[in-house]
């Protein structure tokens, strides 16, 4: 049915030219944990577009007569699922998601066919959708492990940096009092942090006080610190 394919493949060009605008634009917005969940939803529903889309293979460009075509069709839908491992596997639901879209419509054309050879592609595609998962998943655990442990190697980097540089300033100090402004500060600085200040304990009344602070010059900073 030529009207199909030309169906599907408009689809998936749309699909293909919607993620990578939406790549784009999270390559220009600025890096914010406020904004991680929305893009993560926008990743997710990328992935699932895609993965429908593939899928739909199984609906519309199934050729029940043909057992030649049918093999090509797993083929592809495997090999996309087995690159989508290395793609998708860091947002693990989204390449969950996505693989079982792309694999389910297929296993479903195999079992309505009612014969066994069809029977067994069956349980073979859903072994493999599996054994998919469950390597997704390892992989999922490698990579955000590998992310803790630099993102833990390079807070303790910069720790060591702040407390060197801490020690300069007090080394270098005449007077406590007058370099604090400058103690925090650096911890700022060394630490990325937007905001520092000292409270000191007042044993007269109980009462912790703000001495000193310090802020990076941005108007958020300036009227939490008014």
């Known amino acids: 049915n030529t009207d199909a394919r030309v169906g ?10 919607g993620r990578t605008y939406l790549g784009v634009l999270f390559r220009r917005a600025s890096s914010s944990a406020n904004g991680a969940s929305i893009w993560r939803t926008y990743f997710t529903v990328g992935a699932v577009a895609s993965g429908l889309v593939w899928g739909s293979t199984g609906l519309f460009l199934y050729a029940p007569e043909s057992i030649l075509h049918q093999v090509f069709l797993a083929f592809v ?25 792309a694999l389910l419509p297929m296993i479903g054309r195999y079992l309505a066919s009612g014969d066994d050879i069809h029977s067994i592609m069956a349980a073979m595609a859903v072994l493999f959708l599996l054994a998919m998962v469950v390597i997704g998943k390892q992989i999922h655990e490698t990579i955000t492990e590998s992310l803790n442990l630099r ?19 007090l080394a270098e100090a005449e007077n ?14 060394s630490m990325g942090w937007h905001y520092g200040a000292l409270y000191r304990h007042h044993p007269d009344d109980g009462i ?3 001495e000193d ?8 900073i300036h009227e939490f610190i008014a």
């Open 77 to 101: 839908l495997g090999g996309m699922v087995i690159g989508a491992v290395a793609a998708l596997t860091p947002l693990f639901p989204a390449f969950v998601l996505f693989a079982t879209c």
């Open 213 to 220: 602070t310090w802020g990076i010059d941005a108007d958020p």
């Open 151 to 169: 993102f833990d190697r390079a807070t303790t980097e910069r720790r060591m940096m702040m407390e060197h540089a801490v020690t300069r300033v």
């Open 208 to 210: 912790f006080r703000c």
């Open 176 to 189: 406590l009092d007058e370099v604090v402004p400058t103690i925090i500060e650096t911890i700022c600085r």
């Open 8 to 17: 599907w493949f408009t689809a998936l060009v749309l699909v293909s030219l």
